[in-house]
């Protein structure tokens, strides 16, 4: 029997239909019902493709004793937070102040008349094990403990309830201090170059801020770092040398063994940061490749017809149709056995020579490929590899590879070769922009004209079909939209288009039409969340069911949406010449100096703004030298303009000043970095 969530659009939480316990979405229905029967609201935060949300589910939402207990004492409520990731946000930081530290699943138990948290947790086992506690326990407790101790009670919820308040509370700097700027650069650096002990992640806004700062010669060892940064995201197992794409993190520090799943935001990402680290001069065969097979990867399983991407695909995978449960991994790893007898001796002395392949195995005694060496492959690996797609996809060369939108459909459907994991085709906004913003810097570094038409639709499907009398919406599930936009889908938009005009300049394609779309969806921005008070940008719209209204500044897997969009105010300052664009940045810069004072390491996008503002420069040019200037200049844009003098060939300006008009391209250069490091000037 089905409960509430059967009829969701979400695909996490259909997921959680069959489960026995009697489930919620979050509405106002669900929280009056909780107060009205005195119960504790159980909120359940997750996404589609987790691998814990998975096993979760699998294990206590599907216990009966779990559920009956569940059921007659709490009121359960299932959140995605792909959705909802304004609910999300304010409830990870009450688990992180709780505990130390934050996750998916996330669980949180709050009190039905003001939703305010007392007790969460991540992950809760059925059964005592890895240190935590069974949860019918962890329900019995809670249940006791909201009966029969309300002063304490009270007590903790005026606690986390104040630390949530002190977190939207933001005290304004007086003026925009440049010398947070090389403070946060050398901060962050040592963030990307520290060796860590445990999982890696990308950490993309880390890194990129790394490499901007790399430009300066104070920060000589940044383009070490960033390099490495780059061949660990090429060379191992986080990318899929078989099939394009990377998974969201390894779990050991060696960059080996993922959690499997491939998360769309992931790889736009990592796609703009590779090919900035190639126009910076570090020109790695593999960091081309992979960003060739990740767009290969794109088109072939993450691409509406209509033209968006999908959000994620899972990072489990059933190995036989009559498989009760998933097995993590499964579709992308090889067992030692299956290699000897797929590929010839000298094929597989190659692959061993190429990759590290241990009989042993070093995922569960099967073996996750992963690159020995950087440099371009050897003449014979791409036949040996098209060996190993064609046993995962059942030929050796597919265009489209249809998605499993369910367990059912990959149970059931008849694969040629492996049956692969759940696909979640939903699209997101934010995350479908940062996949634009990669393909347009990979374009234009790359001069590849089918990545660009790859971002161009996808933006097109957005303009046309996510905007309407109630704004600008977040989600469209199989045509149609849903969700008022946040922040973060507003923010990172912009950047695409306006990284859309960039590249089409580059690639001398009409690129206005991309300029006004920013310009107008900006304007839309600032009308919706702006925050008058204070400044800065509210992370949602004001809504009776948030605890807090927040104004995002925390850098995560994702940059913060408010680092992003103040970059875009000081862009869109040089290319409109609308310089209210540029006060704005200016008082968000204020607004968060504190942040960026106290916490530089929390904040790097804020940083990369505050570098941008502070180095903003423009290149008004007819045109021929955006074929040739393929340099990183990550705080340039460029302007087509027909008023030149005649023998001009670019005119550098900041702001309201511009240089002697530059008339050899090595004039120019010099022009450019002197205009992109003037911030270290005495002011």
């Known amino acids: 029997m089905t409960n509430r969530l059967a009829q969701s659009q979400s695909l996490y939480l259909r997921k959680h239909a069959e489960n026995p316990i009697d489930w919620w979405p979050w509405c106002d229905e669900a929280l009056a019902a909780a107060q009205r029967a005195d119960k ?233 940061y590779l090919a900035n680290l190639w126009s910076a001069g570090v020109q790695e065969p593999a960091f081309e490749r992979a960003i060739a097979k990740t767009v290969e990867w794109l088109r072939r399983e993450m691409t509406a017809e209509s033209g968006y991407f999908y959000a994620a695909q899972d990072a489990d995978n059933f190995v036989q149709p009559t498989d009760l449960e998933p097995e993590e991994g499964r579709f992308y790893v090889w067992h030692p056995a299956e290699l000897e007898e797929l590929l010839t001796a000298d094929e597989l002395t190659t692959l061993t020579a190429t990759f590290e392949i241990q009989q042993t195995g070093n995922f569960e005694g099967r073996i996750v490929l992963k690159r020995q060496e950087s440099g371009p492959f050897p003449a014979e690996m791409e036949g040996i590899l098209s060996k190993l797609f064609a046993v995962r996809y059942g030929r050796a060369s597919v265009d489209r590879f249809p998605p499993a939108q369910d367990n059912d459909e990959a149970k059931n459907y008849d694969w040629p070769g492996r049956i692969p994991p759940v696909t979640d085709t939903k699209m997101i906004v934010a995350w479908n922009s940062l996949m634009i913003s990669g393909l347009a810097r990979a374009a234009a570094v790359f001069r590849q004209a089918g990545y660009l038409d790859l971002a161009i639709t996808a933006a097109d499907f957005i303009l046309q079909n996510q905007r309407g009398t109630e704004g600008l919406q977040r989600l469209n599930y199989a045509g149609k939209s849903a969700v008022s936009a946040q922040s973060e889908d507003y923010a990172f938009l912009i950047k695409a288009l306006l990284d859309l005009h960039q590249a089409n300049l580059m690639l001398s394609v009409e690129a206005e039409p991309w300029l006004e779309a920013a310009r107008q969806l900006q304007s839309e921005f600032d009308e919706r969340l702006w925050a008058i008070e204070g400044g800065g940008y509210y992370s949602a719209e004001a809504a009776d069911d948030l605890l807090v209204r927040e104004r995002s500044w925390l850098d995560n897997a994702t940059p913060a949406a408010n680092g992003v969009a103040i970059a875009n105010l000081t862009r869109l300052a040089l290319l409109t010449e609308d310089l209210a664009h540029l006060d704005r940045a200016e008082q968000a810069l204020k607004t968060f100096g504190q942040i960026m004072q106290n916490s530089p390491t929390a904040c790097p996008s804020l940083v990369s703004a505050l570098d941008q503002y502070a180095n903003h420069t423009l290149i008004r040019t007819a045109g021929d030298p955006l074929t040739t200037l393929q340099a990183y200049l990550p705080t340039t844009v460029f302007k087509q303009v027909s008023d030149l003098p005649a023998s001009t060939i670019g005119l550098v300006c900041q702001g309201l000043t511009c240089q002697e008009p530059a008339e050899t391209m090595t004039q120019l250069q010099e022009q450019l970095t002197q205009s992109q490091q003037r911030s270290l000037r005495p002011q």
């Not at 669980?107 to 506690?133: C, I, K, Q, W």
């Open 40 to 272: 504790p609201i159980f909120l359940s935060i997750g996404y589609s493709s987790c691998h814990w949300c998975t096993v979760m589910e699998g294990e206590a939402f599907s216990d009966d004793e779990i559920a009956t207990y569940m059921n007659a004492n709490f009121l359960p409520i299932k959140v995605d937070r792909e959705e909802r990731p304004d609910i999300d946000s304010i409830y990870m930081q009450a688990v992180q102040a709780m505990t130390g530290q934050g996750g998916w699943p996330l669980n949180m138990f709050l009190s039905p008349d003001d939703r305010v948290p007392f007790y969460g947790g991540t992950y809760f086992p059925v059964e005592p094990r890895y240190g935590r506690p069974g949860f019918i326990d962890v329900l019995q407790a809670i249940r006791n403990f909201y009966d029969a101790d309300k002063d304490k009670l009270d007590s903790q919820k005026q606690t986390l309830y104040e630390h949530l308040r002190s977190m939207t509370v933001l005290a304004p700097s007086d003026s925009v201090d440049l010398a947070l700027l090389q403070q946060g650069i050398a901060a962050n650096i040592e963030v990307v170059a520290r060796t860590t002990q445990g999982p890696s992640f990308p950490m993309i806004p880390y890194a990129a801020i790394a490499l901007q700062g790399s430009r300066f010669e104070s920060n000589a060892q940044a383009l070490v770092a960033c390099q490495q940064r780059g061949l660990d995201l090429a060379l191992g197992g986080i990318y899929d040398h078989v099939g394009g794409g990377w998974h969201r993190y390894t779990v050991d520090p060696n960059w080996t063994v993922p959690h499997f799943e491939k998360m769309l935001y992931d790889n736009g990402q990592v796609m703009e």
